[in-house]
């Protein structure tokens, strides 16, 4: 299996892909509806997804099982199809992909909390290891553990991932900037906290994702790099804070404007380039398009 770290290492900058939720609410998905299950009902769907991003020039893109925890399926009371969910989810990716291109299976959060006793520890590593497994059958060469709020739980995430496969470990928090300018997941956790304690837990790449444009992403970056220069770091940024009119979200960053900061989000020591909420594949072409130039 490919490395992206041996792409890293080698001195590139590399572009992941951009959103997917608002991409299968465009196709269809519907409010209350599995996304997840769309990787055995709608493949064709979610393939063409991914080979929108692939097309537009990004290095890997990920897979649609964000919420294919046991848990999350739960929800629609398709906990039994976690396996299936997520190998699918991964075949489908890789299919876009190729061979020369990196998919990253995404995991999500289980919106269990630790804290409040909804969930045991044991629990947790079940079933982020149970999630790993089936998406590494499926083809990814990396897991994905993305939008984390809370420090355990992603530190469990990571270790369920690092202990049952072979794939490299990613792992990105969600943070807010609070009063003052700093910025912290809901649990309270700052970029600087998040990078020792995920790099400890055996972490091959950190970062962050969703919850802010790329500007504010610049600061979480440089966070990070004060407390680690070495550690590969990846950014899912939005197409900027989402506005709600009319019961309609929009994102106001066009291509160009999330493209128009790439060069500084590099200059903090971001290795990795992608988008999240709000991000469209023309995005994704413009960053790529900012990369390649520094690539050369």
């Given at each position: 299996m490919k490395s992206i770290l041996a792409e890293l290492n080698k001195g590139r900058i590399l572009v992941s892909d951009g959103a997917w939720g608002t991409y299968l609410?465009?196709?269809?998905?519907?409010p209350g509806e599995c996304p997840e299950a769309w990787n055995i009902t709608r493949p064709d769907d979610v393939l063409a997804?991914?080979?929108?991003?692939?097309?537009a020039g990004a290095d890997m893109v990920e897979t649609n099982s964000f919420g294919g925890s046991r848990f999350k399926l739960s929800r629609y009371g398709l906990e039994d199809k976690v396996r299936e969910f997520n190998r699918a989810a991964a075949e489908i990716s890789r299919r876009a992909a190729g061979p020369d291109r990196f998919v990253l299976g995404s995991v999500g959060p289980t919106g269990k909390l630790l804290m409040m006793e909804e969930v045991t520890e044991e629990e947790l590593y079940e079933a982020f290891k149970e999630q790993s497994m089936a998406l590494e059958a499926g083809g990814v060469n990396a897991i994905m553990i993305e939008t984390m709020t809370d420090l355990d739980e992603a530190r469990i995430a990571v270790k369920a991932?690092?202990?049952?496969?072979?794939?490299?470990?990613?792992?990105?928090?969600?943070?807010?900037?609070?009063?003052g300018g700093e910025f912290r997941t809901m649990m309270g956790i700052s970029p600087s906290e998040m990078a020792e304690s995920l790099v400890g837990a055996g972490a091959d790449l950190i970062g962050?994702?969703?919850?802010?444009?790329?500007?504010?992403?610049?600061?979480?970056?440089?966070?990070?790099?004060?407390v680690n220069p070495d550690?590969?770091?990846?950014?899912?940024a939005n197409a900027g804070m989402p506005r709600f009119?009319?019961?309609?979200?929009?994102f106001p960053e066009t291509p160009e404007d999330m493209a128009s900061m790439v060069r500084e989000i590099i200059g903090a020591g971001a290795n990795i380039v992608g988008g999240c909420c709000g991000t469209t594949p023309e995005h994704i072409s413009k960053v790529s398009e900012v990369v390649n130039s520094l690539n050369k």
């Open positions: 609410q465009q196709k269809g998905l519907k997804i991914a080979q929108s991003y692939i097309v991932a690092k202990e049952n496969t072979s794939c490299e470990v990613f792992c990105t928090m969600t943070f807010e900037k609070i009063i962050t994702n969703c919850g802010n444009g790329m500007a504010n992403m610049i600061g979480m970056v440089e966070e990070i790099r004060r550690i590969p770091v990846l950014v899912h009119l009319d019961g309609v979200t929009s």
